[in-house]
């Protein structure tokens, strides 16, 4: 009777051992990219995903420039991408306001498992059954990081998509908006207790959307974090990057066209080059 206890003990641990080791090994392997001491990381959601040229940004900057970046991208996805890059490494971090007013349930949350974020979650109103929801499709290990991305083909006309939903989250002030961005503020904390070296870069909306966001009690909460961001450093400037607007730069309200997106990172590349102090670089 011992022995079968024992076993019934040891078998469930020698489970959670095995795969721990899997996992972690693989997580690993398939995000290797990370050890590149010579690199620059990126992380943000869509806007950044197809906001930024990666051959323009490397080339302009001469090193290797590798993304995190995500459709739907949410905080959760962020902490995990403070955790996986290495101590002194250079990072941008796109600060996209739809991140901080997005549903819960619609953010990406599938960037890898990590207990310290899924505890920064729950201590930031985050409940049981959220962090389940987000904890199950994490389980398999995955690639966080890649070198390339497709960015949106170039058109003289902007596509006008419905304004509803935008219309829906600038209403009013969620009521996980605070929570968010306080995991924001704790990821970029991660990042300087491990010495990187940071920039931060907003992207910028078409006009419409522009005036949905004025009208909006929004926006002055979503402007004062990056007052609070700022705080965060001993020396801190914002800097403006001018898109070059004689041709159309977006695809839509909200995301760049390959046009623009060539345009803002070779600008920003060019900035970086010469970058004394933390920087949030606004583009418009």
Known sequence: MRKFILKSLFFPLGLISSYTLFYFCSNAYLNSSFTNKNAIFIWGDSQAYQGIDLNKLSTTIEKKVYTSANHGAGVYDFLVFTEQVPENSEVIVSISKLVQVRRKKNDFNRSGLSIWALKKLYHNAYTTKEIISILKPNLKPRSNIRKSTELYAYSDSIQILNLSNFESYYQKIPSFF????????????????????????????????????????????????????GNLFEKFEIDTIKLNKNKNVFRDLSHLNCRGAKDLSKKLGEKL????????????
């Open 178 to 229: 605070y929570e968010k961005q306080n995991i924001y503020l704790t990821g970029i904390q991660n990042l300087i207790n491990k010495n990187c070296k940071i920039s931060f870069l907003t992207f910028p909306y078409h006009a419409e959307l522009v005036n949905i966001e004025n009208k909006s009690p929004i926006k002055e909460k979503t402007d004062g974090l990056l007052f609070e961001i």
């Open 273 to 284: 080059v010469t970058r004394e102090h933390t920087t949030i670089y606004v583009a418009e």
